[in-house]
């Protein structure tokens, strides 16, 4: 999913990533049940190796839907995440950047000229009141 574009929205980025690794998720359980399950009815003659082959295919069904449900899940709200704090910072560079400008240009000016481009004429009268 971290291998896709980032341009693109967070939902078809986790489609994206389950579609491509989806399959292969899918047929290695598929596989590793079915030589389990053989050994599961080899395993009558030995009692471990039935309690063995019964609790490796209880893990690979939790880790299969781990894989499957719990982890794109997971990876999906860290990316929205990423993505809006992206998107904040962008916003924010722009902003402060752009006022930044304006500030700096407004610094730079002398008071006279500051004034003159506020339209504040009261300087004056307070200046001849004193």
């Known amino acids: 999913m971290t291998s896709t574009p980032s341009h693109l929205d967070v939902k078809i980025r986790v489609a994206q990533g389950l ?3 989806g399959w292969n998720i899918t047929m ?14 080899i395993g009558f003659v030995d009692p471990l190796i039935h ?10 069904l939790s880790d299969f839907f ?3 449900f719990f982890f794109p899940t997971v990876l999906s709200l860290d ?4 993505r809006n704090l992206e998107l904040t910072v962008v916003r924010s560079t722009y902003f ?24 504040d004429s009261s300087f004056i009268t307070l200046a001849k009141k004193r």
Do not use: D, K, P
């Not at 290695?28 to 009815?41: D, K």
């Not at 309690?51 to 690979?60: I, N, T």
């Not at 990316?79 to 990423?82: A, E, G, I, P």
């Open 66 to 68: 781990l894989q499957t």
């Open 96 to 119: 402060y950047s752009r006022h930044y400008f304006v500030f700096r240009w407004l610094y730079v000016m002398s008071v006279a000229e500051r004034r003159r481009f506020a339209g």
């Open 28 to 41: 290695n359980l598929v596989t590793e049940i079915t030589i389990l399950a053989i050994g599961f009815f």
């Open 79 to 82: 990316m929205t995440q990423v």
């Open 19 to 21: 579609s491509l690794e």
């Open 51 to 60: 309690e063995f082959c019964l609790l490796a295919v209880m893990g690979l």
